[in-house]
């Protein structure tokens, strides 16, 4: 339910973005009849029956394949670990490249694919490990199999890493108005894109922090000292591989800008550092 509100609250496709995204579902023959220009955010839901083929594209004339379908928007697997493990193993490269380049012998296409991957999962095959009320009907093996489904190379290249707790009745049947609407969070998330592209420069072809190199991060994610020495901590203490490194200060940066402030402090670190240590939990 929350993954499909995503495209709500993201900012409206530029022109550049819209063109690229209408070219995609063109060529891959799944843009709506009559719609000349996509402006919505693609989300694509694929089930978890699909073949490596389904996710990245290909075929004996190439097409594109979800992780390009969903190129400027959404691509969210649901019940995660239930995908075979060569499947989600083949979006390492994507989600570093944000492209896709497929071989065969009459030629070479590549694919655009810079998506916002979304994952979900059940801490075990019941649903239940950890639960304050409901007791899990698994053994321990089992729990540590079904976990084992995500391979460590795989969740080191989610940037966010969260565990939502049960919600209460009282909590599930509260009216709607008390409830933010997607347009106020979008408004927060598009001044937040905003102050991002006046530090970066129209001309950086950067929409999003997601999308810096170890170049821009070093030049844009600027950290005081007490920043820097969370930092450094949380990496000695938690092992980070400095792919780890390099997202909690994307994740950080983006605080930063939702913040409006434009050196990264400790506060901004600490949340980045909160949003990801699910890992330690269940894969530690």
């Given at each position: 339910m929350l993954a499909k509100r995503l495209p709500s609250i993201l900012p409206p496709l530029t022109f550049a973005e819209a063109i690229e995204t209408t070219k995609i579902h063109s060529v891959a023959g799944v843009l709506p009849?009559?719609?000349s220009l996509l402006s919505v955010r693609p989300f694509r839901s694929p089930h978890h029956t699909m073949s490596p083929v389904s996710l990245v594209g290909g075929g004996i004339n190439p097409l594109p394949g979800e992780v390009s379908l969903a190129d400027n928007g959404v691509l969210f697997l649901d019940?995660?670990?239930e995908f075979p493990k060569q499947v989600t193993d083949t979006l390492r490269q994507p989600l570093e490249d944000r492209k896709v380049t497929i071989t065969?012998?009459?030629g070479r296409v590549t694919f655009p694919c810079s998506f916002m991957l979304v994952g979900a999962m059940n801490p075990c095959r019941c649903g239940y490990f950890g639960?304050?009320?409901h007791p899990c009907t698994c053994r321990p093996e089992e729990v540590k199999r079904y976990i084992s489904r995500i391979s460590g190379p795989m969740l080191d290249r989610m940037d966010i890493q969260i565990e939502l707790p049960s919600l209460s009745y009282e909590e599930i049947s509260a009216p709607d108005e008390k409830a933010e609407r997607s347009e106020v969070i979008r408004a927060r998330v598009s001044a937040a894109r905003a102050f991002a592209q006046k530090r970066m420069?129209?001309?950086s072809g950067i929409f999003c922090n997601a999308q810096l190199d170890a170049h821009g991060i070093h030049e844009y994610c600027t950290l005081d000292a007490q920043a820097s020495a969370l930092l450094k901590a949380a990496y000695d203490r938690m092992g980070l591989s400095a792919?780890?490194?390099d997202r909690i200060l994307r994740v950080a940066r983006t605080i930063a800008d939702l913040a409006g402030e434009e050196i990264i402090g400790a506060a901004h670190v600490a949340e980045a550092i909160q949003l990801r240590t699910l890992d330690r939990k269940y894969w530690g």
């Open positions: 009849a009559g719609v019940e995660l670990p065969r012998a009459n639960h304050p009320t420069g129209d001309g792919r780890g490194y």
